[in-house]
C-alpha cells in the first residue's frame, strides 16, 4: 500500500508540474505554441520560465498532510491558518478562488478548486468507517465551500484515491463501478452517479471550455474519462495539459489516481527530474525539523509523506 501511496503523490505533483505550461491557456492556443504536442515539462518554458514549479494543487496537499502529522488530527483552524500564511509567502501562483476563501466569506459555488487536497484526504480516510471518513472530508472542503455538490465531490474524489491506494480498484473500470455502488449506498448528490455512468459510455474525453472548466462536477468527467480511455500515465497528462485551461489541477488529479494504478514507474524519471518546490511552500516547510536543513525534492516529500500519513490515526 505504501507503494501504491507513493506513486499517488508522485504521480499527482508530476501532473501539477506538467500542467504548469499550459494552465489558463486556450487549447487553440497551445496548438500554435507546440505544434508537435507538449512532450516535456518544459516545452513551453521560452514563454513560461517556471514551468515545473509547485502550485498550490501540490502546495495545500503538503500543507494539509504536515498539519495533520503534525497535530495527530485533522484541526481545521489549524490547517487554515498554514493557508493563509502560504498565501501571504512569497512566490506563490495563486487562483482568485483560494485568496477569495481566506480572506473573505466561504464560497457556495461548486468551483473544482474544493478537489485540490483530495489526494492527502483519501490517504486520511484509509480503513476509517464510512460515518468518520464523511465527517472528516467534509470538515476539510468545508474550509472553501459550503455547497452540498462540492463537498461529495470532494469526498468521492478522495473515496477514489482511497480505493486506488488500498488496492480494492485494480483498474479505471473497476474503480468507476465501485464509486458508483457507493455514490448509492452513501446518498452522494445523484449528479456524481450521473456523471460517472456517463463517463464509463464515452469513447473520447469531452472538452468543456470557458468557465466549465473550473466546475466541479466537469472536471471529475474529463479526469475520470481520460483514465478509462487513455492508455499509459504520460499519455492522459499530455492530452489534459495540451487543452489548457484548469490544466495543473486536471493534470494532478488524473496524474495521482493513474499513477496509484499503473505505479511509480508510469511516472517520466525525465518528468520527475523537471520537478521543484514553489519558494512559497519552501519556505513554509523548511521550518519543519525533518526538512530543515536539505534542498527538498518533490519525489522524496512523495516517499515521505507517502510513509507517514499511512502511519497516521487520526
Known amino acids: 500500500m505504501e507503494e501504491r501511496a507513493y506513486a ?11 500542467g504548469s505550461q499550459s494552465e489558463g491557456r486556450e487549447e487553440q492556443e497551445l496548438s500554435l505554441l507546440a505544434p508537435d504536442g507538449l512532450t516535456e515539462v518544459y516545452t513551453l518554458e521560452s514563454i513560461y520560465e517556471l514551468c515545473g514549479m509547485s502550485s498550490e494543487s501540490s502546495d495545500l496537499s503538503v500543507l494539509l498532510a504536515l498539519s495533520m ?14 493557508y493563509r500564511r502560504y498565501v501571504k509567502g512569497e512566490g506563490a501562483e495563486l487562483s482568485p478562488e483560494l485568496v477569495s476563501s481566506l480572506e473573505h ?6 468551483s473544482a478548486f474544493i478537489l485540490s487536497r483530495s489526494l492527502v484526504m483519501g490517504l486520511a480516510l484509509i480503513g476509517k468507517p464510512a ?21 461529495d465531490a470532494a469526498y468521492l474524489m478522495s473515496l477514489a484515491f482511497s480505493l ?72 492522459g497528462v499530455r492530452l489534459l495539459a495540451s487543452r489548457g485551461g484548469n490544466a495543473r489541477l486536471c493534470c494532478a488529479l488524473y496524474g495521482g489516481l493513474a499513477a496509484s494504478l499503473e505505479g511509480s514507474d ?10 521543484f518546490v514553489s519558494p512559497a511552500l519552501d519556505s513554509m516547510i523548511k521550518k519543519q525539523t525533518l526538512f530543515k536543513r536539505e534542498t ?14 499511512l502511519e497516521l490515526e487520526l
Open 8 to 18: 499517488a503523490l508522485l504521480g499527482w505533483f508530476t501532473g501539477d508540474g506538467f
Open 69 to 82: 502529522l503534525d497535530n495527530k488530527a485533522l484541526l481545521a483552524d489549524h490547517v487554515k491558518a498554514c
Open 105 to 110: 466569506e466561504t464560497s457556495t459555488t461548486e
Open 131 to 151: 460515518k468518520r471518513q464523511r465527517q472528516l472530508s467534509n470538515l476539510e472542503s468545508a474550509l472553501f465551500s459550503t455547497s452540498s455538490l462540492a463537498q
Open 164 to 235: 486506488t491506494i488500498s488496492e480494492k480498484a485494480e483498474d479505471a473500470s473497476t474503480l468507476v463501478g465501485l464509486l458508483q455502488q457507493l455514490c448509492s449506498k452513501l446518498a452522494l448528490d445523484e449528479r456524481l452517479g450521473q456523471m460517472l455512468r456517463t463517463c464509463l459510455g464515452r469513447t473520447e474525453v469531452k472538452h468543456y471550455e470557458g468557465k466549465q472548466q473550473k466546475m466541479a462536477l466537469p472536471l471529475l468527467d474529463t479526469v475520470f474519462s481520460t483514465l478509462l480511455l487513455s492508455d499509459s500515465y504520460e499519455s
Open 266 to 275: 508510469a511516472v517520466p524519471e525525465r518528468w520527475i527530474d523537471e520537478l
Open 296 to 309: 527538498i525534492r518533490m519525489e522524496k516529500l512523495a516517499r515521505t509523506l507517502a510513509t507517514s500519513l
